[in-house]
């Protein structure tokens, strides 16, 4: 079974900039999360989608967005990016269903804001 | 609010030696407790978890955790150290069908030969 696929997987952007990060989840999957780490902050959640609804929300300004398509495929959308939005930002999926804990993560999107 | 808490940012032990990686939680009812692991340019891989029943679970790659409520602690151990498990380790809440994780700032693991 293939895992969670982010792509791309690196990327540069200039302040002022928006940027489009994509994952696929595991086949079947129908809860994706996405996740923000930067070394000063850690891992914060951003938001999480299931049969195309947003059903949990961080802390994040509006400036960050997503949305879930009916193949369970996730984008996440930050626009005005500034330099505090360097980040890897890591996708996860679940089944959404049984909540078993597992998230299973995908390798992240390294973002880079100049 | 929910938060973890991992004291050590970063620990160096000898191949074979044993381990011990420290976490503390605050939560508001009886958590669901995670461990996860990083290796370098990777994506976060779930070692074990916490739901409820008995106390000291095993995960994979010979790693485990004991859950002590008394002490909001969830460490994890692994009793000899392999040169492969350098890498960063992440401690992390959640509840129910509430997908959201709370991770702590992570502790990095540098085996020595």
């Known amino acids: 079974k293939a895992g969670v696929t982010q792509t791309p997987r690196y990327l540069i952007k200039t302040r002022g900039q928006q940027v489009t990060l994509s994952c696929s989840p595991i086949?079947?999957?129908?809860?994706v999360s996405w996740y923000q780490q930067t070394p000063g902050q850690g891992l914060q959640f951003l938001f999480e989608y299931f049969s195309e609804t947003q059903r949990n929300k961080g802390n994040f300004p509006g400036r960050f967005s997503g949305r879930q398509f009916s193949n369970s495929r996730s984008e996440m959308n930050v626009s005005t990016l500034e330099l505090g939005d360097s980040a890897l930002y890591l996708c996860?999926?679940?089944?959404?269903?049984?909540?078993?804990?597992?998230?299973?993560f995908g390798e992240g999107s390294r973002l880079t804001v100049l | 609010a929910q938060s973890v808490t991992q004291p050590d940012i970063h620990i160096t032990v000898s191949e074979g030696a044993s381990l011990e990686l420290r976490c503390n939680y605050s939560?508001?009812?009886?958590?669901?407790l995670f461990w996860y692991v990083q290796s370098p340019g990777q994506g976060l891989q779930l070692l074990l978890k916490y739901f409820s029943g008995d106390t000291l679970v095993q995960g994979i790659k010979g790693f485990e955790a004991e859950f002590k409520r008394s002490q909001s602690s969830f460490n994890l151990r692994k009793p000899s150290v392999h040169w492969s498990d350098a890498a960063e380790y992440f401690c992390?809440?959640?509840?129910?069908?509430?997908?959201?994780?709370?991770f702590g700032k992570g502790t990095l693991l540098t085996v020595n030969p």
């Open positions: 992390a809440v959640g509840r129910g069908s509430n997908y959201k994780l709370t």
């Open positions: 996860a999926s679940s089944s959404g269903t049984v909540n078993t804990g597992e998230l299973f």
């Open positions: 939560y508001g009812a009886t958590p669901y």
């Open positions: 086949s079947g999957h129908r809860s």
